[in-house]
């Protein structure tokens, strides 16, 4: 009974809702279309998902806790050991298949005379982001902040905004940097990357528990930051401190160690907080500082560093209250302030890196991400 219980949560029985979508189309770009043979079909049937896994123990344990105070503790042993039983015999949701890269060919074909300038990859449009101010994000400073918890506003930003680019995607894009022209950089030698390149994606679909798909629709936001003359002079001194000489260790040690070479963070913030309508009780998470980590990814280049934001990796809850605003975004003036966290004083006052302003954005009516840039 119990393993027809799972078979019928798993596969939807009587629930339309619960089926499982119907595969997608295939490609010109797939292997079948391309002339290569297709992969071999699986033998074993599909691995149970972790909903039905969840909905099977849930019935159960409910059951079995019922009859425990009805007939004693003999079946409580006896649900411990069917606990066990599902575990062993229903093997649990496999990890999703490695990503598909952009082949080399697609990508020379993009990085050639075709790569679209920095600030306009979606076309010449509306300028939709500006340069922020820094001094608008509160920072920790020393001494001892982690037993005094001192903030004061930024001082002025290493990076200034050069080009951005906003659009609507139907595939995840990375590392774009080396798929478009960026702008010239500050010239004069120094530690610090020349250009620091942020894209930020979002998924337009409600979170799920189960996580996004590869190909689900989001919305990109791309920003390009040249590094400031006067940031890059300071680099070359023998000890700069503070935030210029944590971004020198950060980009140094980045090939090796990628996210985990320092703790990047974001803030976020709406300046017109009373005008948008959220409740009162979301105030205490404007302008809080958010550690990203393993929802990003991290790339290299000659003269950038490029950090790739997922939303979809956040956590289920960041994820749903991150959707709850949506209807808002478009009545907010976002500010957005990318920084490393610092602890020791020696690290001490955090600087933001870059910031910008995004006044009222229509993530609705934005133009389509060129398909050749995503995957």
Not at 25 to 35: E, K, N
Not at 84 to 90: D, E, K, Q, T, Y
Not at 224 to 242: D, I, L, N, V, Y
Request: aromatic share 6%.
């Amino acid at each position: 009974m119990l393993r027809h219980a799972i078979a019928a949560a798993e596969h939807g029985a009587g629930r339309p809702d619960l089926q499982l979508p119907p595969p997608p189309p295939i490609s010109a770009a797939s292997p079948s279309a391309s002339g290569a043979p297709p992969p071999p079909p699986s033998s074993s049937p599909p691995p149970p998902r972790l909903f039905a896994r969840a909905v099977a123990l849930v019935l159960f344990n409910g059951g079995c806790l019922l009859a425990h105070y009805a007939a004693g503790t003999a079946l409580l042993a006896a649900a411990i050991l069917c606990n066990l039983a599902i575990f062993a015999l229903v093997p649990p949701t496999p990890p999703p298949p490695p990503l598909q890269q952009r082949p080399p060919e697609a990508r020379r074909t993009v990085a050639g005379a075709a790569r679209p300038k920095a600030g306009a990859v979606c076309g010449a449009g509306a300028v939709l982001a500006r340069s922020g101010d820094a001094a608008a994000f509160s920072v920790r400073c020393g001494p001892d902040y982690p037993r005094r918890g001192l903030k004061a506003p930024s001082g002025p930003a290493i990076y200034e905004l050069a080009a951005s680019d906003f659009g609507r995607a139907h595939a995840r894009p990375r590392h774009i940097a080396e798929l478009m022209q960026l702008p010239a950089a500050a010239e004069g030698p120094g530690r610090l990357p020349a250009l620091l390149v942020v894209s930020i994606v979002t998924p337009v679909a409600a979170p799920t528990l189960y996580g996004e798909p590869e190909t689900a629709d989001c919305v990109v936001a791309a920003f390009c930051f040249r590094c400031t003359e006067a940031a890059q002079a300071a680099s070359r001194e023998a000890q700069p401190g503070g935030a210029v000489e944590m971004l020198a260790r950060f980009s140094a040690e980045a090939a090796e160690k990628r996210m985990e070479a320092g703790a990047f963070k974001i803030i976020a913030q709406a300046a017109n907080w009373g005008e948008i309508g959220l409740p009162s009780a979301m105030r205490k998470f404007n302008g809080k500082p958010v550690l990203i980590r393993k929802s990003a990814e991290l790339y290299l280049g000659a003269s950038y560093v490029e950090i790739d934001v997922f939303v979809d990796r956040f956590s289920f809850l960041a994820k749903r209250g991150l959707h709850s605003v949506k209807p808002q975004v478009k009545h907010a003036d976002i500010e957005l302030a990318f920084l490393l966290q610092a602890t020791a004083d020696a690290d001490l006052p955090e600087r933001v890196l870059a910031c910008v302003r995004i006044p009222h954005l229509d993530w609705e009516a934005l133009p389509a991400w060129p398909a050749a840039m995503c995957g």
